[in-house]
């Protein structure tokens, strides 16, 4: 995959950090350097590979500054049904479950809780199986999403 370069605030600028890019910001529109934040694609998940010495201020963040810093998608796990479509290499979309079980452990991964919607998810792999009160035949994926959006 390849890096991008972004701005993120002081705090988070560390090697290893993930972070979920989730829109610009109506504020940033007035801000000299915006390109640099708006290069991610909404949605995606990233990890900072490169701390960068550069600062620049920010309305939005922290200390009033943010740091440059390169980042590279990150790959996300995912619980899905399990069927022939799940495949690694393959695209899956993927939808909440609906599922109403509030004690499991995985109702957040199912329900796709921090998704506003379905997501399209390419399988980089099958990592396990999930043992789902409910007794559906579940499994843990890792991969990227796929939004095709900025």
Known sequence: MAS???LIGLDQAEVG???RYI??????????????CFTLEKGKTY??????EKEHPCKIFNHDMVR???????????IVPYDNRVQEGSTLN??????????CDFIEKCNL???REDVKVKISKIERKVDCPKNYD??????TKSTGKK
């Open 138 to 143: 579940m499994r843990a994926i890792s991969g």
């Open 68 to 78: 440059v810093v390169s980042v590279e998608e990150a790959m996300e796990e995912f």
């Open 17 to 19: 950090n993930v972070f």
């Open 47 to 52: 990890r900072i590979n490169e701390v960068r």
């Open 4 to 6: 991008k370069v972004t």
């Open 23 to 36: 829109t610009p910001l109506q504020v940033c529109s007035d801000c000299k350097v915006k390109g640099a």
């Open 94 to 103: 993927i939808g909440g479950m609906d599922c109403d079980y509030i004690t």
């Open 113 to 115: 809780l921090h998704n």
